[in-house]
């Protein structure tokens, strides 16, 4: 085609040179063909050249196209509520607008490692009034299904009463998943977003569970043996669960006992001296030091259920929680869970999955038949929670969170804050400027006793006390159903850390209008915000998460719909 273009074009110019008059008239031709090369398309068919001319107004239109794209101006904003809310409005997009597969956002993060960006901010706004956990339930009002009650799960009345007591009455997606499985004998690995109500998935069937083995036989056959261990990775978590299942073990006079660091041998002694609890909540360090000195027998274990399986699978963690299950006979079908010489149903949950879990669990049981149960939102921002982030200068920081507090106070009515730092001396330089200011707090970090730790938290829950700073001992599993605010006062150091913080606020049976507000201050802080911000825009869950339940490759054989 282009060789037609230049056969034409020389045959004007021969002409006109052949005839050696280079009159206007050829030339006019010769320019005026030119200019129409840029809107034609030729098609040659035979000895003769079919010009196919492209109409002016196709052509305008894709050069607007051309022209947006190259300024990257797509329109991301639409009527009704804003998903992403900047400083720049031009930045903002709509929770109605869906980015192309191909289109790339438009971030407000962009120039963030930049000094000249100190001031500017991004809010990612809640674009749901309730928890997805919560809310996909149904919903009577709107003439859908009626909302399922724990009766449904058929877990024993006793339990139900105690549960209404404590106004808890619909089972949210993750227990509606989770009970049915595990008390059909299975072994679960339940992966589900923060504060879905994990604790009880899997405390209710386990006690359902002790109770009818207590009208069987096979209870008086194993009467002085632990039949439940439940392993945290803190004392604090650990003192959280036994407290839920003490209260659900009133109506049935099961015993439950916590062992944990920081007390010494002397202590672990004395948990097994007198008659074994029914359902132990352990630290692994404190399990492995019981095992060693033959304090607890755990060869006839009922249920191994490991909590919080982020941190409980990390190489810190991981080496003492393989040694605690070699001395554990996992079942690896439902059928070795029943009558005697039974073997133990394993239960895996958390809120994020890192790599590793199947290497450990593959040792100990038939990884091809654990049930995986994955909720849809895993791994998500969650869409409940508005979450903001500034980017501030260190030296500012302190100014900007007492400006929060105060506002928190003032226009919000108040309400209990969690203020995490990555030290634990940032926790206490925080403490001592709070304390100038006159912001009554606590504080909770590491090097602190594992005892004055527990205390402090215990406070905390308790209403004592409404502003905590800590570390992110504070992050994991621990329930802060009254937090109102969480401020990321060092920005996490990676996205599991974000969306354990986050997890703070925004809790099944919690305070509704939870907020995240995050200080972004360092160039690797940036990064990380910015993989949020275009996680959030194009609504997909955090990268470098994805595949993480999947090594190795257990059959999943249900998964949240
Ligand atoms: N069905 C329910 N209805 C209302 N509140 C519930 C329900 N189930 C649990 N809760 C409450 O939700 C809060 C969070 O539960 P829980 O601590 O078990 O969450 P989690 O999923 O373990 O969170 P995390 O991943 O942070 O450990 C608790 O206060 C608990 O009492």
Known sequence: MQAVKVAHLALVASRALGSRRLCCCELFKASAWLRSLGQSRFCQTGAETAVIRVPRYLQRRVEN?????????????????????????????????????????????????????????????????????????????????????????????????????????????????????????????CAAETGSGKTLSYLLPVIHRLQADRESESYSASAHKICTVVLVPSRELAE??????????????????????????????????????????ATPGALVKALRRRCLDLSELGFFVVDEADTMFDPSFSDMLENILLHVNVASDPKETRGL????????????????????????????????????????????????FLKVKGADKILELHQ?????????????????CNKSSTVNWVGYSLEEMGVKHARLQGEMPAAVRAGIFHSFQKGNVDVLICT?????????????????????ESHTDYIHRAGRVGRAGGVEDGEVLSFVTHPWDVELVQKIETAARRRLSLPGMESDIHEPKPIMLNEME
């Open 341 to 388: 010489g039974h073997k133990a149903q394993l239960l895996v949950v958390g809120a994020t999955f890192p790599g590793g879990v199947g290497d450990v669990l593959s040792k100990v049981t038939d990884l091809g038949k654990i049930v995986i149960i994955r909720s849809k939102m895993l791994h998500f921002l969650m869409p409940h929670v508005k979450q903001t």
């Open 240 to 281: 959280q669960v036994a407290a839920v299942s003490r209260t659900l073990c009133v109506p049935f006079g099961f015993v439950t006992r916590t062992v944990g660091g920081g007390r010494g041998v002397g202590h672990i002694k004395t948990v097994f001296r007198r008659d074994h609890p029914d359902i132990l909540v």
């Open 404 to 420: 929060a507090l105060k506002l928190l106070q003032q226009d919000r009515g108040g309400g209990a804050v969690l203020v995490f």
């Open 65 to 189: 196209v051309k022209e947006i794209r190259s300024k990257s101006k797509i329109n991301t904003i639409k009527a009704g509520k804003l998903l992403i809310q900047s400083k720049n409005p031009a930045l903002n997009q709509s929770a109605g607008y869906i980015l192309g597969k191909f289109e790339q956002p438009s971030l407000c993060s962009k120039g963030w490692k930049h000094n000249k960006s100190f001031g500017d901010y991004f809010s990612i706004n809640n674009v749901r009034a309730v928890a997805p956990y919560v809310a996909e339930n149904g919903n009577e009002d709107a003439g859908q299904k009626p909302l399922a009650t724990f009766n449904n799960l058929h877990i024993c009345k006793e339990l139900v009463e105690t549960l209404e007591t404590l106004s808890i009455k619909h089972p949210t997606t993750v227990q509606l998943q989770t009970i049915p499985k595990v008390m059909r004998g299975h072994n679960v690995l």
């Open 472 to 492: 992110d001992i504070a992050s994991r599993g621990l329930d802060t159903s009254r937090v109102r605010l969480v401020v990321n006062y060092d920005f996490p």
